[in-house]
């Protein structure tokens, strides 16, 4: 079954500290993954694809495909990251369908 | 400025008065889809339109209608809603052959369902 598991509900940290945003898959062919942000009262935005190994906002992501990871890490966390961070894979069909997972809620301390 | 535009962006209702979400984009997408979003559930796909006339259903269609008359446009009905039917829904779109880019999302319509 394809499925996207985000363990955290909640990460909080304080500001410049380290971030690690965890991303688990499940799905037996090539994935495609995305990371969405979601600011307070605001629409989902595409941050990252792990096709393009861009950094955007100063977050990268990885794709590990012998422990069927995607991370989102930042290096130091600014109180603006603050927003929920959803993981989401492009399922096999030709739907284009995104498979999410739960969420997590990063919390930056000033 | 190309966009997913969804109206209203909150609504109230009672049980059973059919109720239409309305969606829009102005980038030539085929591929358009329909989210509900729950605490603790993610977000979860309603149904999905691959181009004009086609839909399937998604992974919770149950209580919803949608239809794809033109390319632009994709509502989302209730036609009787129900209180487990409150929740915050998306519209989201994007083209056939960049689905690497991923979708285009709207800014979500607010539904409570009394």
């Known amino acids: 079954a394809q499925r996207v598991t985000q363990p955290e509900k909640l990460l909080s940290v304080f500001k410049g500290a380290p971030v690690e945003l965890k991303c688990n898959y499940s799905?037996?062919?090539?994935?495609?993954l995305f990371w969405y942000v979601q600011y307070s009262r605001q629409r989902l935005q595409l941050l990252l694809r792990?096709?393009s190994r861009e950094s955007i906002k100063g977050f990268t992501a990885d794709l590990n495909k012998g422990e069927t990871s995607f991370h989102l890490k930042k290096p130091f966390a600014q109180e603006e990251d603050s927003a929920m961070y959803y993981c989401a894979l492009r399922g096999s069909s030709n739907t284009g369908k995104l498979i999410f997972g739960q969420g997590t809620t990063l919390q930056v301390k000033p | 400025e190309a966009q997913v535009t969804q109206n209203p962006r909150y609504l109230i209702t009672v049980t059973g008065k059919k109720l239409t979400v309305t969606c829009s984009q102005n980038?030539?997408?085929?591929?358009m889809s329909w989210y509900r979003q729950d605490p603790g559930l993610g977000l979860r796909q309603i149904y999905y339109?691959?181009?004009?006339?086609?839909?399937d259903k998604g992974d919770v269609p149950e209580g919803y209608k949608v239809s794809r008359k033109e390319k632009r446009n994709f509502p989302l009905i209730l036609e009787s809603p129900s209180p487990n039917q409150t929740s915050l829904y998306f519209c989201?779109?994007?083209?056939?052959?960049?689905?690497?880019?991923?979708?285009?999302f709207g800014s979500g319509t607010r539904l409570t369902v009394v």
């Open positions: 792990h096709i």
């Open positions: 799905y037996s062919g090539s994935p495609e």
């Open positions: 989201a779109s994007r083209p056939r052959d960049r689905a690497f880019e991923g979708y285009t």
């Open positions: 339109s691959m181009n004009v006339e086609v839909t």
């Open positions: 980038m030539n997408h085929e591929y």
